[in-house]
């Protein structure tokens, strides 16, 4: 069974930096794509930062050059510098087999999510 378990969330202030990680299990040897996406209340879930077409990562331009993906295996951590308080979501790890699916933001599997509050 595919799970992915989100950690690392918290309040920070404004300017601040934050790490996020996410797990993925039960996958066996079979190579999935993931993601950060996130979803601020009253707002539809939007991708954040995820992978595609093998090591490309494709980045929100609301967190280019702030945020910054890396992954170790089925680890993948999600670096957050220079938090604004418009940063406040909750963050979701998505996984999907499929590049497609990824590109669309659209991933078969999602985490429970892990909240980030920056205030001012």
């Known amino acids: 069974q595919v799970r992915l378990m989100e950690t690392g969330g918290t309040s920070v202030r404004d300017g601040g930096s934050l790490v996020l990680s996410c797990e993925l299990s039960g996958v066996g040897t079979k190579f999935y794509y993931m993601g950060w996406f996130r979803q601020a209340p009253g707002q539809e879930r939007k991708a954040v930062a995820r992978q595609y077409l093998g090591a490309v990562t494709l980045y929100d331009d609301d967190v280019k050059g702030r945020f910054v993906l890396f992954r170790d295996d089925n680890k993948l951590t999600l670096q957050m510098n220079n938090l604004h308080p418009e940063d406040t979501a909750m963050y979701y790890c998505?996984?999907?087999?499929?590049?497609?699916?990824?590109?669309?933001?659209?991933?078969?599997?999602w985490g429970q999510g892990t909240q980030v509050t920056v205030s001012s």
């Open positions: 998505g996984a999907d087999q499929s590049t497609k699916e990824m590109l669309y933001a659209r991933p078969s599997y």
